[in-house]
Structure formats: structure tokens, C-alpha cells
């Protein structure tokens, strides 16, 4: 079974870092892009970071770019997302995903949610 | 940035009716258009593809039309377990990827 578990999420003060972690299993995780989306309490999707299966390319969204890293490990089966300079705005829901194709999403994580908050 | 607006925000629809879904590209996107379906506290699920190819384990009452930039999603005889939010999204110009606003279908 195709699988994607996030977990790193919790309360953080602004300006604060947090690393989020997304473990894959039951499909070659090394074979596949990633990206991490996000979605704001009460809102729509947001795309966050994308990274290819060789970790030879990364985009950003222009809110994140300069404050989150995306990284992966093929060896761990594990997607990362280094987030540095947190604000308010960055609260959300991080969901991990599976790449298809040029860019639809076809397995998603359960999602970890990220507070940030004084 | 290619801009993806949909409508209505919200539908309501009886049980065992058809719901029609619209989603509106900014600029033509070919046919590289997705929707997915969310649940409130789950993630979202990948209904189509290409604009019109289904995923997956997807039930044939799900159906996707349009190119460029008008795209519908048609749900026939809706079940209960089909009302949700629904979501667009391009991946034809990118970063960065986009999605529009989404359409909550709601029963009436």
C-alpha cells in the first residue's frame, strides 16, 4: 500500500524553525517528485516546494522562498522540509505528496499541522 | 501565475442528482488540469487527471471535461458520500503550481 506519513508539526513562536519530516513507503520513493502543500486553517491548497527524484532540482513558493528548505533522503525513503523565520501566515496544514506525470498529485499524506504563535 | 478561479463556491444538490463543477484557467492550460476531492480533516484525493482521465479506484459517476481554459467536473447521481470540497488545479506553467478556491458541495 502506497503510503506517506508526515509528522514534525506543533507550536512555534514567530520567528522560530521547525523541520518537518514525511516518511514514504509501499512504492520506489527515490523514482518520484515531491512537493509539500499547504492549506490554512479554513482555506484552499497552497503549493509550498517541489523537489525532483534526484533532489537535482527545488522550486518555491515566492511566500516560503529564502525561509523553507526542501530536501530529501532516497536512502530513508524520507522527504523534509526545513522551515526557518516562521510567521503567523505559515500556519497550516503540511500535507507531503506524490508527484505523477508533470505535476499532479496522486498520493497524499494525513498532514501535520504547523502553529505558529506567540 | 496562471490564476484558476471555480464556481460556484458552494452547490447545493440533492441526493441522487447530477452536480456540474466549473474551473476557469487565467491562460490556456491544455488539458493539464486535476481535481480532487477533500473531506473535512482528511487529505485531499485525486479524482482526474489530464482533464479527463480518472484515477484510480475513482467510481464512473465522476467525469471530467474541457481543455484550455474551461474545465467541468460532473458528478451524476450523487451518493452521500460525495458531498466534500472540490478543488482544481494546473500544472501545465510552473512553479508555481495552482489551484483554485475550491467548490463546497453541500446537501440540500
Known amino acids: 500500500e502506497v503510503q506517506l506519513v508526515e509528522s514534525g508539526g506543533g507550536l512555534v513562536q514567530p520567528g522560530g524553525s521547525l523541520r518537518l519530516s514525511c516518511a514514504a513507503s509501499?512504492?520506489?520513493?527515490?523514482?518520484?517528485?515531491m512537493n509539500w502543500v499547504r492549506q490554512a486553517p479554513g482555506k484552499g491548497l497552497e503549493w509550498v516546494s517541489y523537489i525532483t527524484s534526484s533532489s537535482s532540482t527545488m522550486y518555491y513558493a515566492d511566500s516560503v522562498k529564502g525561509r523553507f528548505t526542501i530536501s530529501r533522503d532516497n536512502a530513508r525513503n524520507s522527504l523534509y522540509l526545513q522551515m526557518n523565520s516562521l510567521r503567523a501566515e505559515d500556519t497550516a496544514v503540511y500535507y507531503c505528496a506524490r508527484l505523477r506525470g508533470t505535476g499532479f498529485q496522486d498520493c497524499w499524506g494525513q498532514g501535520t499541522l504547523v502553529t505558529v504563535s506567540s | 501565475e496562471i490564476v484558476m478561479t471555480q464556481s460556484p463556491a458552494t452547490l447545493s444538490v440533492s441526493p441522487g442528482e447530477r452536480a456540474t463543477l466549473s474551473c476557469r484557467a487565467s491562460q490556456s492550460i491544455s488539458s493539464n488540469l486535476a481535481w480532487y476531492q477533500q473531506k473535512p480533516g482528511q487529505a485531499p484525493r485525486l479524482l482526474i487527471y489530464g482533464a479527463s482521465t480518472r484515477a484510480t479506484d475513482i467510481p464512473a459517476r465522476f467525469s471530467g471535461s474541457g481543455s484550455g481554459t474551461e474545465f467541468t467536473l460532473t458528478i451524476s447521481s450523487l451518493q452521500s458520500e460525495d458531498f466534500a470540497v472540490y478543488y482544481c488545479q494546473q500544472y501545465d506553467n510552473w512553479p508555481p503550481y495552482t489551484f483554485g478556491q475550491g467548490t463546497k458541495l453541500e446537501i440540500k
Open positions: 509501499g512504492f520506489t520513493f527515490s523514482t518520484y517528485s
